[in-house]
């Protein structure tokens, strides 16, 4: 499965559960083609792929396809998160509860600074960074996301990878490149979300859309 089909196949497993939430027991393929902004065609090939039937009159079977699409995208317990840095991006995801429907929990924040941790304010326990080894294991923690300063970003980023953490969602500033794992043979997956960099290109994009257009033709 490439990249471009698993984006398609998370978005097809997030409208599902929103469609079963509201009541709804059936689904048709242009119904899940209008939530990952493809066509229907597309939809039916990716299934097919996957070896995912329905009927030509009665559509798909929304607990099935649930189902069905949990299992190849290795979805069972919740995974835990953590998050390092609460300041206001992770706080922000702290509080954020819509990741539960992906079987995805945000289970306990990091931070440098006594007065954040001290605080028993927040909806998850925040330890301090000195914790962190101790806490990965406990949580069975295999994804973090750093949302830390710039000047703290790779720092942050080595004390993970050693603390035996897989992947690195990374809100800072600066690019992390991927490292080696610490603990296996697999290197630590790292994605950057640079978010004044997106707004820049939104930006670029809403200035000049003729080069976006052209760009959109030849792919």
Sequence with gaps: MNSDMLVRITRYYRALNRLRAIGLEKVFAHNLADAAGVSAAVVRKDFSILAIHGQKRGGYEITDLI?????????????????????????????YSGFE??????????????LVYSD?????????????????????????????????????AEKLMEAGIKGILNFSPITLKPHPAAKGDNPVIIHNINIALELEQIFYQIQFPDEKKQKDTEE
């Design 67 to 95: 189902d069905r699409i949990s299992g190849i995208l290795g979805k069972g317990e919740p995974q835990n998160v953590i998050v390092v840095g609460c300041g206001r991006i992770g706080k922000a995801l702290m509080h």
């Design 101 to 114: 429907p992906d079987g995805i929990r945000i289970a306990a924040g990091f931070d440098s600074d006594p």
């Design 120 to 156: 028993a304010s927040h909806p998850v326990p925040v330890y301090p960074i000195s914790r962190l080894d101790e806490m990965v294991d406990a949580l069975d923690a295999k994804v973090a996301i750093i949302t830390v300063p710039e000047s703290a970003a790779a720092d942050t």
